[in-house]
């Protein structure tokens, strides 16, 4: 998360809680259980968020109904502001090539800066259950067992705002890789 806070302003995740949101502040995260999460600092369910303006991260529960809302929500997003936004969307790569890339289904085509596949059993996603295991530390990650696919969707003040630049992403997915430098390692999988 750091790496994309300190490589595309990341300000907020749109798919969080309060044990597997990152851990700075100022930061805006949404949750699926805002009556409790909103004392934590919540926004809210995603789909009650309208940003008008900002750079955010979307990991979504990985199922197909929830990545159709998912796509759904942003591009609604995107119809009612002007304002400069980009989302990082991160999603099994499979799932993105079979039912959105490859089949056109995605209409916001347009809006769609660039892809990243990254390899299953090259990048690391963060445990996140420390919360309920004893046997977990906070910092334990998983080997991912499939490919991730990262989708930049910015529209055009955003892209200017947040260029998708080589060297940018490649921090990005390095951090995945578990490369460090002063980034550290990217996403829990909660
Ligand atoms: C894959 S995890 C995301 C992990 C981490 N926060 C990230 O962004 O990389 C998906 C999270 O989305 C939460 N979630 C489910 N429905 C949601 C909704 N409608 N709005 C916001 N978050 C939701 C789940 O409870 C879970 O914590």
Not at 52 to 60: A, L, R, T, V
Not at 149 to 160: E, H, K, P, T, V
Request: aromatic share 14%.
């Amino acid at each position: 998360m750091k790496a994309l806070r300190d490589n595309f302003g990341v300000q907020g995740e749109c798919y969080a809680s309060p044990s597997n949101r990152y851990g700075v502040e100022p930061w805006t995260f949404c949750s699926a259980y805002p009556e409790t999460d909103g004392w934590f600092g919540s926004s809210g369910s995603f789909f009650n968020f309208w940003p008008i303006e900002g750079s955010f991260e979307c990991n979504p529960p990985f199922s197909v109904d929830a990545v159709d809302s998912m796509f759904a929500h942003i591009k609604e997003i995107f119809s009612k502001s002007s304002g400069s936004l980009s989302f990082c969307v991160i999603m099994p790569g499979n799932h993105w090539k079979k039912f959105y890339r490859d089949t056109g289904r995605e209409d916001l085509a347009e809006l769609i800066r660039h892809e990243e596949i990254l390899e299953m059993g090259e990048h690391l996603y963060l445990t996140g259950n420390w919360i309920n295991s004893a046997e977990v530390e906070e910092k334990d990650t998983w080997t991912a067992n499939m490919d991730t696919a990262l989708i930049w969707i910015q529209n055009a003040s955003g892209n200017a705002k947040w260029p998708v630049d080589p060297e940018k992403v490649t921090n990005v997915t390095k951090a995945f890789r578990g490369i460090h430098g002063d980034s550290d390692t990217t996403y829990t999988n909660i």
